[in-house]
């Protein structure tokens, strides 16, 4: 039996990273968890509401991702194992484009270096295969086997579940207003008490900075929106077993989305080119009406049975680094953890990241971190490029 006193870790932000690093944390032996979430417990304000979220493990962000993904994949098997409920949907992912376009090319590279399930389909195939799609000629698809549909509220609900069952104490409606290391700890002030900690886990999203000023120069929010459509006759063709997540790339647009999970509409989107903001306050609440018709045309555009008006839409946000990768490292003392700027597509692999987390800050060891999510190296690159690019899934 362990009879030293507990390591106690507070968990900031309960959202994506926040929920798997305290499901992660409460396994370990010896380890007092305490999470702290501004909101209530699975709430529509961070980067990880909207229903659904797409994952994929062909990517053309590139190799570096796949074993995280790979192994996010397992751990999402896991989560959905030790809670019995339902978060992964492998139906497949579908990215069609032109196939000379930079992402057909780099997602067609992750498959063959790592080897991964696909089918490769032509023009003829695609529009046999999907005539939900309005193919165009020329088009190529590949459809990435363990991609599908993540349902984010339910993720985030079940990792929670499963911290406290182990034993972690989450308080809600409690915004953390400061961290300040002292010798041997650090204390973690809210408007309720200055509560004294062994570690830190900082997964506060888009709202990192507040809190970490180093992340100040560093993260930027893009704002990115959610639309949902519904089609002109049955949803049938739009449902998960006929109808996988999918991307599409034509000229300067973007669509992305999943299948109908709620039988009714399904989720379709592009995001118009919003200006970059540095704090949550400045993030639009809604699209304007311009905004939502130029989407409805782009979907009934590629979707010839959409009703091209949305039936719902919602305006989000997320951190991002200028590269988009995330910040995964540890401060100098190696009390605090930051996991941060998850770029607009960082839900799939966040129980990889909430396991990173967890053993940043309970074993203040970054092995099996790659070098390039270190702050150091985000700083470096914020200085050689100084400009950071749209785009997220
Ligand atoms: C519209 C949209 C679509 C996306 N689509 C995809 C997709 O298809 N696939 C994909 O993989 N990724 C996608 N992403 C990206 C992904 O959802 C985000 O990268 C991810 O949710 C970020 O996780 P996070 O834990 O950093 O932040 P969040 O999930 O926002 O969690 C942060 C939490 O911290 C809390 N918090 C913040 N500050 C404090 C504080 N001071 N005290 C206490 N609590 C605090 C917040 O309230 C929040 O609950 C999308 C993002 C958006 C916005």
């Known amino acids: 039996m362990n009879t030293s006193a507990p390591l106690t870790v507070a968990v900031i932000g309960l959202g994506a990273v926040g929920s798997m690093a305290a499901w992660q944390l409460s396994k370990r032996e010896n380890v007092r968890v305490i999470g702290l979430e501004q909101y209530g417990r699975v709430h529509s304000h961070g980067s990880y509401a909207g229903e659904s979220r797409v994952f994929r493990s062909a990517y053309h962000e590139g190799g570096i991702y796949v074993p995280m993904l790979l192994e996010s994949r397992e751990l999402w ?7 019995g409920r339902e978060i992964y949907y492998e139906v497949g992912c579908l990215s069609i484009a032109q196939e000379d376009r930079i992402e057909y090319r780099t997602t067609l590279e992750t498959v063959h270096d790592y080897d991964l399930p696909h089918e490769l389909l032509d023009t003829d195939e695609l529009r046999e295969r999907y005539p939900q799609h309005r193919i165009h000629d020329g088009d190529k698809g590949i459809l990435d086997a363990f991609g599908g549909g993540l349902r984010p509220e339910v993720a985030v ?6 911290a406290e069952e182990a034993g972690a104490e989450l308080r809600f409606n409690t915004p953390v207003l400061a961290i300040e290391e002292e010798p041997g700890g650090v204390v973690v002030r809210t408007p309720q008490e200055a509560l004294r900690v062994d570690r830190v886990v900082v997964a506060s999203g888009s709202w990192s900075n507040r809190i970490r000023p180093e992340l100040d120069e560093l993260l930027r929010l893009q704002v990115l929106g959610l639309t949902w459509f519904m089609p002109e006759r049955g949803i049938e063709p739009f449902l998960p077993e006929r109808f996988p997540a999918f991307l599409r790339d034509v000229g300067p647009v973007h669509f992305f989305g999943a299948p109908s999970f709620d039988g009714y509409s399904i989720k379709a ?13 400045e993030v639009p609440t809604a699209y304007t009406r311009e905004e939502l018709v130029k989407i409805g045309q782009q979907a009934a555009e590629f979707f010839p049975g959409l009703n091209p008006e949305p039936v719902r839409s919602s305006v989000h946000h997320c951190a991002y680094t200028p590269n988009r990768m995330p910040v995964v490292d540890l401060n100098g003392s190696s009390r605090i953890a930051v996991v941060a ?15 990173l987390a967890a053993q940043l800050a309970a074993d203040g060891s970054t092995e099996g971190v ?3 999510f270190a702050l150091a190296h985000h700083m470096r690159v914020l200085r050689e490029r100084g400009a950071y690019t749209g785009g997220g899934h």
Do not use: I, Y
């Open 77 to 83: 098997r896991r989560l959905e194992q030790e809670s």
């Open 157 to 162: 609900m079940s990792a929670l579940r499963l």
């Open 269 to 281: 989107c592009s995001n118009p080119t919003w200006p970059v903001a540095r704090d949550v306050r």
């Open 341 to 355: 700027g998850l770029s607009g597509h960082g839900f799939k692999f966040a129980p990889k990241l909430g396991e």
């Open 370 to 372: 790659p070098e390039e």
